[in-house]
C-alpha cells in the first residue's frame, strides 16, 4: 500500500452566480513513502486546486465532489475535523506557493514555530534553531517578523517549518517561484538533499519544467483537470507519450547547447464550464483524428507508465509545432538607433542602480539585458524610454539627448520607443476594448482619423496573428487568453510605428507552452520590420533564442557582455557562470 | 420592423453589466425597490398626501384616527403629510449632499494621488485635518454663524464636512492604479494627463466612486435630520429631523402619542437600510471577499 | 522612534490649523464680525451686556485692527488658556464652565464607547469565525438594521419607554434635584441613574461599526495564506481565529476607532440635548442658541484638541500592535 492513494479525486467550483466548474477529474495516483513526484502543469489545469484538495484546505466555493484521498490508512476526504488536525502537520506538511504571504505578519518566526509544537503538544526545545540551520538560517531570525525578511529568507523559513514535526510527506506547491534564479537554486539543492537525508515523500507542483524533471523521481502531467501522463522523470525526458507532453517538454532547451530548437503548442486549454466530449488535448494536437473528438481516452498502462492518449502506439509527428533555428549575425551594420553611454543612475537615499553602462541599439537587431531583479534593468529600460534621466552619463537617440526631454518633446520621442509590459493582464485597461486601445497610439502619434485608426487596428492585429481581427476588436482583455493578450500590447506598441521596442520579460508571465510563439513573433517584428529590440529578461534561454546581443547585468553593472552564443557557451564572468550553473538539468 | 424599433427592441436585454450584478445580489435587490418606493413617495407627494404638509387646521395632538392615519401635532398639523414630504427633503439633501461632497472628494483625492509631490503632501494634510475635525461640532458652529438658514445652506454645511474620508480613499484607489502598465502605456500612447484621468483611471474607480457616493448620502442624510432635530435646520422645510423635534418639543410623550414619535425615525431608518443594502451588492462587485458564497 | 515623531508631527499641524480655522469662521462673514454679532444679539430684543460686548471683543480682538496682529493676539490667548467669559453663565469665564461640563462627558463618552468597541469587535469576531453560520447573519443583518437607526431617535424612544411610561430611570438632566455634585453615594448613585438611558442610547448603536468592519476584515484575514498555512499545520481552530485573524483584523478597527470619535463625539451633542445632560454637547448647543460665541468656539476647539489627543493615543498603540509599522523606522 502506498503513502498517499489519491481515488477518481473530483473538485468542482461552483460560485453563486455562475457556472460550476469542475477543475479536477476524477484524477488518481499514488505517492509511495519517500518518493519524489513531481505534478507538472500550467495556469488554470488545476494542479494547486488539486494539492489543496490533498491537504483538504479547499475553500469555498471549492468542494470535493467525489474520490477518496487515503493517507496512510486514513481517509483525509471523510476524516473528522479533530482526526485530521493531529495529523497535519505531524504526517503531512506543505510549503505554499506565495511564501511572501504565508507568515503571519504581525508575530515573530519564533512564535509560528511555537505554534506549531504546541499544537500538537511536543515540547520545542531548540528545535527551531536546529532547524533554520537547516536550511541554512542563523537562530537571529526567530526573532524577527516576516516583513524583516527577504524573499528568499521567508522561503527557507517556511521550508525548515514545514519539516518541524519530521513529517513522512510534505506538498510543495510552486515553492521558489518569483525568488531569483540563483537563490532557487540554492533552495532546491537544499530540498533535495534534506529529502534524501530525512527520507519524507513529495509531491512537488510546479510549471517550471526544467525544475520538476530534474528534482523528481517520477512526473506527472495535468492539462485541463486532467492527468494525462504519468512516468518516471528519466523516461520521460528520453520519450514523451501525450503529445500534450511531448509539447511541453519541446519547449524548454539547455542554452547551452550548441543547437537549440524550442516548440510550443498553440491554442489554449477548453474551457472546463462546459461539458467536455472527447480528448480535451484534441484542440491543440497535432495527432488528433475523428475519434479523439468523440471518444474520451482513459489513463491506461503505455510506455513505463501510464497515458491518456489514443494514439499513444502512433509515431510522434515529428516537429509538429517547431519554431526553426535561426543563424545570428554577429556584426552589426550602420549607426547606431540608440546609443546609451556611461550612463549612471543614482536614487535618494544614495542607491546606485546603474553603474556607468554603454551599450548601442542597433536597427533589425535584438541586444539583451540579462540579470536578476535588482540588477538596474528595469532602470536601464526607463532611462532608454524617458521615465527616469540619467543621473550621469547621455542617452542619445540620432541627435536628440533623451535624458533632456520634458513634456511634449519627450511625447514626441514615445512615438519612436515603445514598450511591451511583463505582465498583460495589468498592461490593458480592463474597462477599454482592445480597439481602443489601439486607436490611441494611431490617433495621438499618426494623426489618423477614426475612421482610419480602426481600418490600422485591424491591420496590426493581423500582424500579430489575431486573425480575423473583427474578432477581436471589441473584445474586453477579460474575454481574450493571456497569449492573446500579449499579442493585443505588442500590437499597440508597433501601432506608432516606433525605431526601438524595449521588451520587459514579455513572456516570463506567460504559459511555458506558448512562450516559444510570442518570441517567434517579435523575432520576426524586429528583423521583417528593422525594429531595434532591447530585450529584458532573467531568462538565458529566451536571450539565446531571441538575442543577437548580450549583456549581464550585475548590482548596476555590465560584467560581460557580446554575441549571444559567445558570452552564452564560452561565458568567461564569474557572475554569468553563477546564472548558467542555477539553470535546471533535466535527467 | 425598421432597425431602430430592432434596437429599440433589443434595449431591455441589454442592461448594463454593473446593473445585472447588482440586481443578482439579493439584499442590494430589496434596497433597490426599497428606495424605488421612497424616490416614488417623494416625487407624488402633493399628489398623494391627503392634506397639505402645513395646513393647521385640524384638531392638535390627537393620536391615530381614520382621518388622520398618524395623528396630528400640537399645532395641527397632519403627520402622514409631513412625513410623506419629509422623504422629499431627505432625498434630496442627500442626493444634493452627496453629490457635492463626492465632487469634492474626487477631485481633492485625484488631483492628490495623480500629482503626488508637494500638492499631495498639502491636500493630503487639509484631508487630515479635516477627517479629525468633529463634523457635527463644525456643522454646529457653521450653521450657527451663518446669517440666513435654509436647505441649501444646509447641504453646503454637510458637503464642505463631509468629503474628506472618501478624498482618502479615492486618493490611495488611484495611487495604486496610477502605476499599472496600462497608465504607462497610455502616456507611451501619447495620451494627455486629462484624457488617462478620465477615460484609464476614472472607470476602473466606478465601483469604489458609488460607494463613496452612498456613503456621503447616509450621512447627509443623517447630518440633516440630526441639524434639524437640534433645532438648527430649515425651519420652513419639513423633514424627518423638525418632525421628531416638534414631537420631542411638543410633549407627544406627555400625550402618548407614540405615533408622531416612531413614524419620522423607522420611515429615516428604512431609506438608511434601503441605502445600506444598495451598498452591499456594489461593495460585492468591488470586493469578492465580500462576495457571498 | 521615527514613526511616532511624525505622527506627533502631524498633530501639532493638525492642532494649529484647527486653532486657526477657530479663528477664521467668524470672520468669514462679511463687514466687522463684533458689530456684526452685536448688532444681532441686540436685535434680538436682547438687552447687550456690555461684558458681552466685552467678551465678544476679547474673542474677536480689535475691530477693523490688522487681521494678523489679531491673529497673534488670539493665538496667545488660546495658549494662555484665557477664552474670555461665557455671557449664557455670566460671570463664569470660559475655561471653567468648560471644566464643569468635561467630566460628565468624559465619562459619558467614554465609558461607553470603550464597551462598544469591545463588544463590537468581539462580536463581528465571533461571526467571522462562524462565517455563513445563522450566528453570522444574525449578527450582521441585526446590527446593519440597528446601524440604520438614529439615535437621536432612539434616545426619544428609550425615554418614552422607560422613563414615561415605565417610569424606570429618570429621563432628564445629569443628577436629580435631591442630591448636589460631591463625593457622596447619594450624588454618585443618582448619577448613575441618570446615566443610564444617555448610556443605552449610545450603547445600542456604537458597537454597529466595530462588528461590521470587524467581521469583514477578519473574514479576510482567515482567508489569507498564512491562515491556511496555520490551518494545514493543525493549529486548533480557536488559535487561528485568535492569533491568525482577530490579531491581524483588529488593527484597521484601532485606527478606525480614533476616526469615529470626531462622530461619536459629535453625537453627544445629540444625546446630551435629549436627556439634558450636563456634558459639553448639551453646553455648546446652549451656547448656541444663546449666542455665546466665546463659549462655543471654545468648546468646538477644545473637542477638536479631545479627538486629537485621542487619535494620537491611537496612532501609539497602533504601532506597538502592528510591528510592521514600527519597522518604518527602521527603514
Redesign the interface.
Known sequence: MALLEVRELSVTYRPRDGVPVRAVDRVSFDVAEGEFVGLLGESGCGKSTLGNAVLRLLDKPAAITGGTVVFDGTDITTAREETLRSMRWARISTVFQSSMNSLNPVITVGAQFEDTFQAHGIDPGHRAAELLAMVSLDPVVLRRFPHELSGGMKQRVALALALALSPRFVLLDEPTTGLDVVVQRSILDRLRELQVELGFAVLFISHDLGTVMEMADRVMVMYAGEIVEDQPARAMTAAQLHPYSRGLLGSYADPRAAQISVTYVPGRPPDLSREQRGCRFAARCPMVVDACLSEHPELLPAGQGLARCLMVDSPAIPGGFAVPGRARVDTAEGPPVLAVRDVVKDYRGGTRAVDKVSFDLHSGRVTALVGQSGSGKTTLAKLVTGIERPTEGSVRFGATDVGALRGRKLRAYRRHVQLVFQDPFAALNPTSTVAYALSRPLRNHLGLSAAEAGERAADLLEVVGLAPAAQYLDKLPHQLSGGQRQRVVIARALAPEPAILVADEPISMLDVSIRAEILELLDRLARDRGIAMLYITHDLLSARMLADEVLVLSEGRVVEGGPTLRVIRHAEHAYTKLLLDALPKPV | MTEAAQVAAGRPARLPGWFV?LW?NRKCRIGLVMLLVFVALAVLAPWITPYGPREDDYPPSIGPVAEHWLGTTARGEDVLSQLIHGARTSLLVGLAAGVLSTVIALAVGLTAGYLRGLVDEVLS??T??A????????????A??A?VKGLWLIIFVISVTGWA?GARIKRSQIITLRT???I????????STARIIV??IM??MTSLIVVGFMGACLGAI?GE??LA????GDPQTTSWGTM?NQ??NGGA??TGQ?AW??A??LA???L??AL?LINFGVDALSNP????? | MRYFLRRAGFFAATLWAAVTLNFLIPRLQPGDPAEAIVSRLSGETRIVDPAQVEAIRKMLGVPGGNLLAQYGDYLSAVLAGDFGVSYTYFPYTVTHMIAEGLPWTVVLVGVTQVVSFVAGTLLGAWAAYRRNSRVDSLITLGSTFVGTLPFFWLALVLIYVFGFTLNWFPAQGGYGGGSSPGWTWAFFSDAVQHSVLPALSLLIVGPVGWIIGMRNNMVQTLGEDYARLARARGLTRRRIALTYGARIAVLPNVTGFAIALGGILGGTVLVESVFNYPGLGRMMLEAVSNRDYPLMQALFLFITIGVLAANFLADVLYGVLDPRVRGEEAA
Open positions: 450584478i443578482r494634510f487639509f487630515n485635518v477627517l479629525v475635525v468633529p463634523v457635527l461640532p463644525l456643522m454646529v458652529t457653521l450657527a454663524y446669517p474620508y499599472r502598465d496600462y504607462t502605456a497610455a502616456k507611451f500612447a501619447g495620451d477615460r484609464e472607470p476602473n443623517g435630520a440630526g432635530f437640534l433645532g438648527l421628531l414631537a420631542n410623550m406627555l407614540w414619535l416612531v419620522p425615525g429615516f431608518a428604512a438608511m437600510t445600506t471577499h465580500l462576495r457571498e458564497d
